[in-house]
């Protein structure tokens, strides 16, 4: 199934959980930087949701897996885009009830990006292994272990894999201020983050947990930025934590 953001097709699967109600909420899952909707992570992630009675929308990002767009000329602008398309979109079905956000690493800054764009919309936001750190290492000259003049840009970084980078993707980078959107939203948030992932990745899951008014970070010992071995004791954070958030909204009324 695609989703048109303004001419760009996004390639998405929406699945429901078994025996499904007429009406449930949804989540929407997001990768990360070269991933896609169809990573070991992002399926196991998407089956804890409707392991717990959420409907799941796993999307591929603007130049990633099956949506249109090339890798190099993707930048967390275009990403924001799609993301509020996606919203928007989940906001038309009729069945589903609330909006939650998941994402992956650079999903993860791109999910507290869009938390903070579409705060009414959106009931709780699940991150991650957040890569919330890029904004301030583009601002800084380092992105990926690669070194570069903040100022004075490359045309583009040969990333890995042979992937070329555009230096819009930087420009970008350079402009976004998570803390922005962070301060605008006070729905509950989870963070999750493996102990064995980079430093400043952990570093900055810890800040933007701490920076949010309503949030809970959580740590997987041993597990790598794609939890790998871990991906049982993922699913299980996860379950755990959106069976709480729903019974709590519930008891608000
Ligand atoms: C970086 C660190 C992490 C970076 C991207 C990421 C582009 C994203 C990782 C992911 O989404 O898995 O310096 O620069």
């Given at each position: 199934m695609y989703i048109n953001d303004d001419g760009i097709r996004l390639d998405a699967e929406l699945e429901k959980p078994e025996n499904a109600p007429e009406k449930m909420p949804l989540v929407i899952v997001m990768h990360g930087f070269t991933g896609h909707k169809d990573e070991h992570?992002?399926?196991a992630a998407a089956e804890a949701f409707r392991e717990a009675g959420?409907?799941?929308?796993?999307?591929?990002?603007?130049?990633?897996?099956?949506?249109?767009?090339?890798?190099?000329?993707?930048?967390?602008?275009k990403w924001m885009t799609?993301?509020?398309?996606?919203?928007?979109?989940?906001?038309g079905l009729d069945f589903?009830?609330?909006?939650?956000?998941c994402g992956h690493s650079q999903g993860g800054l791109l999910v507290m990006l869009a938390g903070g764009l579409k705060h009414?919309?959106?009931?709780?936001?699940i991150a991650l292994s957040p890569?919330?750190?890029?904004?301030?290492?583009?601002?800084?000259?380092?992105?990926?272990?690669?070194?570069?003049?903040?100022?004075?840009?490359?045309?583009?970084?040969?990333?890995?894999?042979?992937?070329?980078?555009?230096?819009?993707?930087?420009?970008?980078?350079?402009?976004?201020?998570?803390?922005?959107?962070?301060?605008?939203?006070?729905?509950?948030v989870l963070i999750v983050q493996g102990t064995e992932d980079g430093p400043s990745l952990?570093?900055?899951a810890k800040d933007a947990a701490a920076r949010y008014a309503n949030s809970k970070y959580v740590e997987i010992e041993g597990a790598p930025h794609c939890y790998d071995d871990h991906i049982p004791q993922l699913k299980g954070l996860i379950r755990e934590w959106i069976v709480t958030?729903?019974?709590?909204?519930y008891d608000q009324g």
């Open positions: 992570h992002i399926i959420y409907a799941t929308l796993r999307v591929d990002l603007y130049g990633h897996g099956k949506s249109d767009g090339a890798f190099k000329d993707h930048t967390l602008y799609n993301a509020m398309t996606v919203i928007d979109y989940v906001r589903v009830t609330d909006i939650y956000l009414e919309f959106i009931k709780g936001i890569a919330a750190m890029i904004p301030e290492s583009a601002r800084r000259g380092e992105l990926l272990g690669y070194n570069f003049d903040p100022v004075a840009l490359p045309e583009e970084l040969d990333v890995w894999d042979g992937k070329t980078l555009g230096s819009n993707y930087i420009r970008v980078a350079q402009m976004v201020h998570v803390e922005e959107a962070i301060d605008r939203y006070d729905g509950p952990i570093q900055s958030i729903h019974s709590s909204s």
